[in-house]
């Protein structure tokens, strides 16, 4: 396991070197202008979009973005307009000029190449909830409460998050719970409706477990006896999700974790020593 972390950051680090940025061109809308206009603005597009190192692709299912382009004749030229669009039709970006020769369409194209793809950010906090539960050094699955904010940067989400879980009574008379925090970055797969993503973090925070045990004392009096045991410790995790983006900018998020910390902790049951770790799986809510 010790290896897998480093490995994450490495994909994350190297992902946007072979990311493509995909477009689908909508038949070019034309008012008052030939043809021939359009199959060179197209032609142009596909030329400077491919020079930024992305691509257009014949398929609309395909895209990570639609372009609209239209061509209006004016008084003393052509207006040219492009529009970047969401795979759903959102429009996320659009720029005119007026092209007063038809060589002007070649800086207009090569501009718009450059700048519809200049990173999008993105601010949502939320709430998640799911189930917790430690494999290590005692077996517990309980509910997780996780309220945190996350920052997109065009594919790379990080998120930090605060982690809350009470851990009931499994095995019988052994209660904990986990408070801490953590801090990932992910590269997100797509912009899409339904996004992909794997990421790693760090993490730190309180894991304590308790048993309570009854036993009878000298005089055949029932007494309570409480046995206590905790750790503060960092860690680190792995994260593998499912994000989806509604129309109403609402974000849903499937997200499972495998987490392990750094140091060991007693187990109350058998007085054994072993590092903590565990897993999570949950949902989250964000806007």
């Known amino acids: 396991m010790k290896f897998i972390c480093p490995f994450i950051f490495a994909v994350l680090l190297a992902a946007p070197l072979w990311a493509k940025t995909s477009y689908y061109i909508l038949p070019v809308h034309l008012k008052n202008v030939h043809?021939?206009?359009?199959?060179?603005?197209?032609?142009?597009?596909?030329?400077?979009?491919?020079?930024?190192?992305?691509?257009?692709?014949?398929?609309?299912?395909?895209?990570?973005?639609?372009?609209?382009?239209?061509?209006?004749?004016?008084?003393?030229?052509?207006?040219?307009?492009?529009?970047?669009?969401?795979?759903?039709?959102?429009?996320?970006?659009?720029?005119?000029?007026?092209?007063?020769?038809?060589?002007?369409?070649?800086?207009?194209?090569?501009?718009?190449?450059?700048?519809?793809?200049?990173?999008?950010?993105?601010?949502?906090?939320?709430?998640?909830?799911?189930?917790?539960?430690?494999?290590?050094?005692?077996?517990?699955?309980?509910?997780?409460?996780?309220?945190?904010?996350?920052?997109?940067?065009?594919?790379?989400?990080?998120?930090?998050?605060?982690?809350?879980?009470?851990?009931?009574?499994?095995?019988?008379?052994?209660?904990?719970?986990?408070?801490?925090?953590?801090?990932?970055?992910?590269?997100?797969?797509?912009?899409?409706?339904?996004?992909?993503?794997l990421g790693a973090g760090i993490n730190g925070g309180l894991v304590a477990t308790e048993i309570k045990t009854e036993f009878e004392n000298r005089y055949g009096l029932k007494e309570e006896k409480t046995e206590s045991e905790s750790v503060v410790t960092p860690g680190y995790f792995v994260e593998l999700g499912l994000s989806l983006k509604l129309k109403n900018e609402v974000h849903i998020m499937l997200e499972s974790r495998y987490f392990r910390e750094i140091y060991k902790m007693k187990n109350i049951l058998d007085g054994s020593k072993e590092v903590v770790h565990g897993f999570s799986v949950g949902v989250k809510f964000g806007v």
């Open 35 to 197: 043809e021939d206009y359009a199959e060179k603005i197209v032609s142009l597009t596909k030329e400077y979009v491919a020079v930024e190192g992305n691509e257009v692709v014949p398929n609309k299912s395909d895209c990570d973005y639609l372009l609209q382009i239209k061509l209006i004749r004016k008084e003393k030229g052509v207006a040219v307009i492009y529009e970047k669009r969401s795979p759903e039709g959102e429009l996320l970006w659009s720029y005119g000029h007026i092209a007063y020769l038809p060589e002007d369409f070649a800086p207009v194209a090569s501009y718009v190449a450059r700048e519809m793809d200049r990173w999008e950010k993105e601010f949502i906090c939320g709430f998640g909830f799911g189930a917790i539960g430690l494999i290590a050094p005692i077996k517990f699955v309980d509910y997780n409460y996780e309220p945190f904010v996350q920052f997109n940067v065009e594919s790379i989400k990080m998120a930090a998050n605060l982690n809350i879980a009470f851990l009931g009574s499994k095995p019988k008379g052994v209660h904990g719970s986990v408070l801490g925090a953590s801090f990932s970055v992910a590269y997100m797969f797509g912009r899409r409706f339904v996004v992909p993503y």
